[in-house]
């Protein structure tokens, strides 16, 4: 069972696992959905599972508006912050910050800013660029990631190709993964089926 857990500076639904690992994930969503998307419920169901406290929760745009802009992307990154911190609060070992598309965006931008935000990054669905205009790429900051990520994208997501997030994510001076869920776009449906991988891979890379 979820927990709804609803502060000043967050809102979102805690999952405690019954035997505790100690690591947490912090997870939140992209520009069209919420902290209640089916993929991010089933992530965080299956990392409970496994023993971790997981957090999913909503960006501050998200309690005010019905889409995010760029005047917005500071206050979505500090809410990023505020959704660590509360799980730092309560995890006795890694902590992980993860997100969505948009979500995952703002959750990198925040940790190459702070590196001792996370302990690691779960990326799902980078959004690379636009739709059809991959010149306009949205990796700028990549060289001042420090933080051990794992990417999580579909091998058909117009966001950004399986090539062009490895040449990508070669910026990245920390340790990195790629995880492509085979046939799946940008919605990453069938990503949650994947769950154990992801645990697999995070271990590796941050436990």
């Known amino acids: 069972m979820a927990e709804l857990l609803d502060t ?51 960006l501050p745009f998200r309690r005010q508006r019905k889409a995010p802009s760029p005047s917005f992307q500071a206050r979505d990154r500090e809410g ?67 933080t051990p990520v794992l990417f999580v994208s579909g091998t058909k997501d117009p966001f950004g190709s399986p090539e062009e997030l490895r040449e990508s994510i070669a910026a990245i001076p920390a340790s990195k993964d790629v995880l492509l869920v085979e046939g799946a776009g940008h919605d990453l449906k069938r990503g949650a089926d994947m769950a154990a991988d992801m645990l697999t891979r995070l271990h590796a890379l941050v436990v």
């Open 8 to 58: 000043n500076d967050v809102y979102g639904f805690l999952h405690e696992p019954e035997q505790a690992s100690g690591n947490a994930l912090a997870l939140t969503h992209g520009a069209g959905g919420n902290c209640t998307s089916p993929l991010l419920v089933r992530l965080a169901q299956a990392f409970a599972e496994a023993g971790w406290l997981v957090l999913r929760y909503d």
């Open 80 to 146: 990023v912050r505020h959704a660590v911190a509360e799980l730092r609060k309560r995890a006795r070992g890694k902590v992980v910050a993860g997100g969505q598309s948009y979500g995952g965006r703002m959750t990198a931008m925040a940790a190459a800013g702070d590196s001792g935000l996370a302990d690691g990054l779960l990326l799902l669905s980078y959004p690379l660029h636009a739709p059809g205009k991959a010149e306009q790429k949205r990796t700028q900051f990549f060289p001042e990631l420090r």
